[in-house]
């Protein structure tokens, strides 16, 4: 029987982080392993990934990091299937890519809409399709995939292609939950608000968004814990998520929010 001291052991489990090298996943990955997970650190950015791989475990460790574009079937399929053959299993999938340039929809270039797609609803299709049958043969399996505020509510800040994306793959947890409960495989998404990242700080600064002296205020305002997200905070509802404190959450998107969405 599960108890409070063990519900959250990663100790033995084998899991794949794709977006292993952006902010959150630079955070979450060194977590990881400290909880004891092995784990293969997927980006595009192989250096990157290389580079948390290495601050996640100093000293070697069994963790890798492997090069993946989650828009291309065959280099997910390939990231995937190298993980697989070096661990035996594959316990868990955390993937946290995305891409989300800023356009009103009437300025949008039809590229830039279908990149977004690309990057963050398509792959999260690849994965879960190359890792669904892998995890329905263990007849077990535990996958998260990152979403957003955008995909529940507007933001107005030339998110529509982004918060399309978004809501889309909050349907497609939906779906995969039903789909995999048989197979005793969970599938939950992690929706944050606005987290202190590079690229939000991007924005923050950007005098077309209005500036950091307006713009910030006017996102803490819409947040009742009155702060952003930092990245640490993406670390428990993640470990929440793929461990068996969560054995009976399935079809879920988690706001790691500080209230956003209750309004």
Excluded at 24 to 42: D, E, N
Excluded at 197 to 205: S, V
């Amino acid at each position: 029987m599960s108890d409070a001291n063990t519900i959250f052991d990663l100790t033995e489990r084998k899991g794949i982080v794709f977006g292993a090298a952006g902010g959150i996943g630079a955070t979450i990955c060194p977590a990881l392993v400290r909880a004891g997970a092995t784990l293969a650190m997927c980006d595009i950015n192989a250096d990157k990934a290389a580079a948390v791989c290495d601050d996640a475990q100093p000293e070697a460790g069994r963790s890798c990091a492997i090069a993946c574009d989650v828009t291309q079937p065959d280099s997910v399929q390939q990231a995937v299937n190298e993980a697989a053959d070096r661990f035996g299993q594959i316990d868990f999938v955390v993937n946290l890519t995305f891409f989300a340039p800023l356009h009103p929809i009437v300025d949008m270039p039809a590229d830039v809409f279908e990149q977004t797609i690309r990057v963050c609803l398509t792959g999260a299709f690849n994965i879960s399709h190359a890792v669904g049958p892998i995890m329905i043969q263990q007849g077990a399996g535990a996958v998260v995939h990152f979403s957003s505020i955008a995909g529940a509510a507007a933001l107005g800040r030339g998110t529509g292609a982004y918060a399309a994306s978004k809501a889309g793959i909050n349907a497609l947890v939906r779906e995969l939950a039903i789909e995999w409960g048989p197979h005793n495989i969970r599938v939950n998404a992690i929706a944050p608000c606005q987290t202190r990242t590079e690229p939000l700080m991007r924005i923050l600064d950007n005098p077309d968004f209005g500036g950091r002296d307006i713009l910030l205020p006017r996102m803490l305002a819409k947040i009742p814990l009155g702060r952003l997200a930092e990245t640490e905070d993406m670390i428990g509802p993640t470990m929440f998520l793929i461990s068996d404190a969560s054995k009976m959450v399935t079809g879920h998107v988690l706001y790691a929010d500080g209230g956003y969405m209750a309004q």
